[in-house]
């Protein structure tokens, strides 16, 4: 997917749709931004708010309007029997490239949709190929031994002491090899947005 500058897109929407943005000589840059945008512009409009925080949860995840809306729809129609911002925020934390990211096998999202892509990734045991695929609980994640090889856990150890794993995945240190132990909730990690506010701007 096409970002465009990211530091620039990094600075409108928050450090968080970049993990490299999230330094504190960007955080200051950042800041002396915003000061100026408030002192420039008037009071935000409530669509505004909406797409803003559209935007940075797509962002975060790296995803394209398209998947992203689709996402979206499959959360709304879900509506009857779970909320939709939980349904939501479980289909982005769920994907296999965000999993990977999550347990440290990537330094970023970025990085971690191209190790998938690259089939470096195993799901249960399998080679898998696509970004996107959707874990349910209980599936496994590992790195194929052939890739292991070629250095592509190089920084593992630092990430992952440095990275909180989330209370839905285990990580098996023997193995190296991670599970989904249960469903993502919101409650459970950082949100990358205002899902309600997401939601609000795709029902408008």
């Given at each position: 997917?096409k970002?465009?500058?990211?530091y620039?897109?990094?600075?409108?929407l928050?450090?968080?749709?970049?993990?490299?943005?999230?330094?504190?000589?960007f955080a200051?840059?950042?800041d002396r931004?915003?000061?100026?945008?408030?002192?420039?512009?008037?009071?935000?409009?409530?669509?505004?708010?909406?797409?803003?925080?559209?935007q940075?949860?797509?962002?975060?995840?790296?995803l394209?309007?398209?998947?992203?809306r689709?996402?979206v729809r499959?959360?709304?129609?879900a509506?009857?029997?779970?909320?939709?911002?939980?349904?939501?925020?479980?289909?982005?934390?769920?994907?296999?490239?965000?999993v990977?990211w999550?347990?440290g096998?990537?330094?970023?999202?970025?990085?971690?949709?191209?190790?998938?892509?690259h089939?470096?990734?195993?799901?249960?045991g399998?080679?898998?190929?696509?970004?996107?695929?959707?874990?349910s609980?209980?599936?496994?994640?590992?790195i194929?031994?052939?890739?292991?090889k070629?250095?592509?856990?190089?920084?593992?150890?630092?990430?992952?002491?440095e990275?909180?794993l989330p209370s839905w995945?285990?990580?098996?240190p023997?193995?190296?090899?991670g599970?989904v132990?249960?469903?993502?909730?919101?409650?459970?990690a950082?949100p990358?947005g205002?899902?309600?506010?997401?939601?609000?701007?795709?029902?408008r």
């Open positions: 997917m970002t465009g500058p990211r620039k897109i990094a600075k409108r928050g450090a968080s749709v970049f993990e490299k943005a999230q330094t504190q000589k200051l840059s950042a931004s915003a000061k100026n945008k408030r002192r420039s512009r008037g009071r935000q409009s409530e669509y505004g708010k909406q797409m803003l925080e559209k940075k949860v797509r962002m975060t995840y790296g394209p309007e398209r998947q992203f689709n996402y499959k959360s709304l129609a509506a009857h029997t779970v909320q939709p911002t939980e349904r939501l925020h479980e289909l982005l934390e769920l994907r296999l490239d965000n990977v999550r347990l096998l990537a330094p970023t999202r970025r990085a971690a949709r191209q190790m998938v892509a089939g470096h990734v195993m799901v249960g399998k080679k898998t190929r696509v970004p996107s695929h959707m874990l609980v209980g599936d496994t994640v590992s194929r031994e052939g890739s292991k070629h250095g592509v856990l190089v920084g593992f150890a630092e990430r992952f002491a990275r909180p995945l285990l990580w098996n023997s193995s190296m090899e599970k132990k249960e469903r993502p909730t919101a409650a459970s950082d990358a205002d899902l309600v506010a997401v939601l609000s701007f795709y029902t």
